[in-house]
């Protein structure tokens, strides 16, 4: 069975405590991470319209490559801006 992205952040929360072997324990700290980011920072946002319009313009759609569609290159983009640290 495939893992949730709630359990993919718990597991990475449990491993960066040196304890991965408990990862159930962190799925609320992960839910809580996961809602935080429900509404995207200014720069998510300006980076998703961003690669979408590049998407729109052909850029990025390599068959064998990830991302394969407008969506996930859109969320990939977010997500990019939002490790970047910028308000």
């Known amino acids: ?7 993919r952040v718990a597991r990475v929360l449990a491993e960066r405590r040196g304890n991965k072997a408990v990862w ?13 980011m429900r509404i995207p920072a200014s ?8 690669r979408q319009v590049a998407w729109d313009y052909g850029e990025g ?8 569609t407008s969506e996930q290159a ?10 970047e ?3």
């Open 43 to 50: 720069a998510m946002t300006a980076a998703g319209i961003k």
């Open 85 to 87: 640290d910028k308000p």
């Open 61 to 68: 759609r390599g068959v064998d490559e990830y991302p394969h």
């Open 74 to 83: 859109v969320y990939t983009a977010m997500i990019d801006a939002a490790l």
């Open 24 to 36: 159930e324990e962190d799925i609320a700290t992960a839910r809580a991470a996961i809602e935080a």
């Open 1 to 7: 069975m495939a893992e949730s992205m709630i359990e």
